[in-house]
């Protein structure tokens, strides 16, 4: 046997935390670094713009023309934010008039109205930040343009980027190991009522089928009371195994003792007549054992079909009747009963032919065992506005009317029953009517003489009756 592993609510559940919340925490620490160097790259150019501005605040124009500059090294010391990051500068004049700084550090070329601006470079294999400054020096009757360069290198706006990351994934694996060490616990409380649950299963005797009564969340209410409805119809099907048991082994005791005591009495037997007759009632004995187990039967079968009732198909009860009239006439001839059968229209109801056919069966066969030698059994069957009627009728002893009630409950036999019946035919009829809505009433026979066992079924509309 392959058993299947089992999953554990409480890992599912942390699970999907831990990988939903890796999957956004990764996607916001893909943006907290973009904006990590978006600040450290805000920062640094205010700097360098700031720089950029002391020097050329400090580029003047000398008596021959010529621009000339006093370097004010507290601006680009203010640029040192780390020790381990370099400044550099330059300063140049009208276009190719380099004036002083590293003559090497590249330029930015300016865009059209543009003063400040900003660029990513590389100097002496190093990454740098460039800022540059396009400015003019007045000499009282034109001006001369000049460009101030300033430049440093990455590693503190790096490290400050770093930095900024770090602390952002410490905040998040944080924020994670506590979700999930809450979600562990929440998950533990919200189960316990399913562990009680189980515990109360567990502790129930294999006898109770009583409903559960705990308190559980809201969320398995239906599943509790799924499994309360499936504990009735449990017992149910128990109750009704008991019954049939109880009850079979109660009524084949006796056909089965009848047919112990012939077989011994056919080895007994002094002549061959003897041994016929002892032969001719085990015969008997093993009919009726049949006929109670087919009965018995039948009852497990209305049963399990008032459980699990399926949608009712439309027939013709008068070709059922007929069929079955038909079956019966060898069985009633040699009982020396007259059988017959009145009807012409076909008759529609609405059930599974199965059932119904056990229910005409029973019908024409409790006729044919209690009417008596010399009767006659009339089967019926007439379709009217109110519902179809079906009629079995004999001129037999019939049924006293103060009996009637009675013997529609099982086990209870008439007078003749009482020799080899079971008590379970009307019994069984009632059942299955009631099964589709339909009414079973006792009736005298014509002129008040025998027994006429009436069911009316609900009319029907079907092409049938066109």
């Given at each position: 046997m392959i058993l299947t592993?089992?999953?554990?609510?409480?890992?599912?559940?942390?699970?999907?935390?831990?990988?939903?919340?890796?999957?956004?925490?990764?996607?916001?620490?893909?943006?907290?670094w973009a904006e990590a160097v978006k600040t450290a790259n805000a920062v640094s150019d205010r700097v360098l713009a700031g720089s950029a501005l002391a020097i050329a605040e400090?580029?003047?124009?000398?008596?021959?023309?010529?621009?000339?500059?006093?370097?004010?090294?507290?601006?680009?010391?203010?640029?040192?934010?780390?020790?381990?990051?370099?400044?550099?500068?330059?300063?140049?004049?009208?276009?190719?008039?380099?004036?002083?700084?590293?003559?090497?550090?590249?330029?930015?070329a300016f865009k059209p109205g543009q003063a400040t601006a900003f660029e990513d470079a590389v100097f002496r294999g190093e990454p740098i930040r460039v800022a540059a400054l396009q400015r003019s020096a007045s000499t009282g009757i034109s001006s001369v343009p000049f460009v101030v360069t300033v430049a440093e290198t990455t590693v503190a706006r790096r490290q400050l980027t770093r930095?900024?990351?770090?602390?952002?994934?410490?905040?998040?694996?944080?924020?994670?190991?506590?979700?999930?060490v809450i979600v562990w616990i929440a998950v533990t409380i919200s189960l316990r009522p399913l562990s009680r649950l189980g515990a109360a299963i567990a502790e129930r005797n294999p006898d109770d089928l009583q409903p559960i009564r705990e308190d559980v969340p809201r969320e398995v209410e239906g599943l509790v009371e799924r499994f309360n409805s499936f504990m009735v119809r449990l017992g149910t099907a128990i109750e009704a195994l008991r019954h049939f048991t109880g009850n079979a082994s109660h009524q084949l005791r006796t056909p089965?003792?009848?047919?112990?005591?012939?077989?011994?009495?056919?080895?007994?037997?002094?002549?061959?007549?003897?041994?016929?007759?002892?032969?001719?009632?085990?015969?008997?004995?093993?009919?009726?054992?049949?006929?109670?187990?087919?009965?018995?039967?039948?009852?497990?079968?209305?049963?399990?079909?008032?459980?699990?009732?399926?949608?009712?198909?439309?027939?013709?009860?008068?070709?059922?009747?007929?069929?079955?009239?038909?079956?019966?006439?060898?069985?009633?001839?040699?009982?020396?009963?007259?059988?017959?059968?009145?009807?012409?229209?076909?008759?529609?109801?609405?059930?599974?032919?199965?059932?119904?056919?056990?229910?005409?069966?029973?019908?024409?066969?409790?006729?044919?065992?209690?009417?008596?030698?010399g009767a006659e059994v009339t089967v019926r069957v007439a379709a009217s506005s109110e519902g179809v009627r079906l009629e079995v009728e004999d001129n037999g002893p019939g049924i006293p009317l103060e009996k009637r009630a009675e013997v529609m409950q099982r086990f209870v036999r008439g007078e003749r029953e009482r020799a080899f019946g079971t008590g379970l035919g009307l019994p069984i009829v009632e059942e299955i009517a009631g099964l589709y809505d339909a009414v079973v009433t006792l009736e005298d026979g014509v002129g008040g003489r025998g027994l006429k066992v009436c069911v009316v079924f609900p009319a029907v509309t079907t092409e049938g009756d066109s």
């Open positions: 592993p089992r999953h554990s609510l409480r890992r599912r559940l942390l699970g999907w935390l831990l990988i939903s919340t890796a999957i956004i925490g990764t996607l916001a620490l893909f943006d907290t400090r580029v003047v124009v000398a008596e021959d023309g010529s621009l000339e500059v006093d370097i004010p090294y507290v601006a680009l010391e203010m640029l040192t934010s780390a020790a381990q990051d370099r400044v550099f500068y330059r300063v140049d004049g009208p276009p190719g008039n380099f004036i002083t700084g590293y003559q090497s550090l590249p330029g930015i930095a900024i990351l770090l602390r952002s994934a410490l905040r998040l694996a944080m924020m994670i190991a506590g979700a999930a089965l003792a009848v047919i112990r005591t012939q077989l011994a009495l056919v080895g007994r037997a002094a002549t061959l007549e003897e041994a016929r007759e002892a032969a001719r009632k085990g015969d008997e004995a093993v009919a009726r054992a049949e006929r109670v187990l087919a009965q018995f039967l039948t009852l497990a079968r209305l049963n399990a079909a008032s459980r699990e009732m399926t949608m009712p198909a439309a027939l013709d009860l008068l070709r059922l009747s007929q069929e079955i009239t038909a079956d019966h006439v060898p069985a009633a001839a040699a009982a020396g009963i007259d059988l017959g059968f009145e009807g012409e229209e076909a008759a529609w109801v609405t059930g599974e032919a199965l059932l119904l056919g056990e229910l005409v069966k029973n019908l024409v066969e409790n006729a044919i065992a209690y009417a008596g030698r």
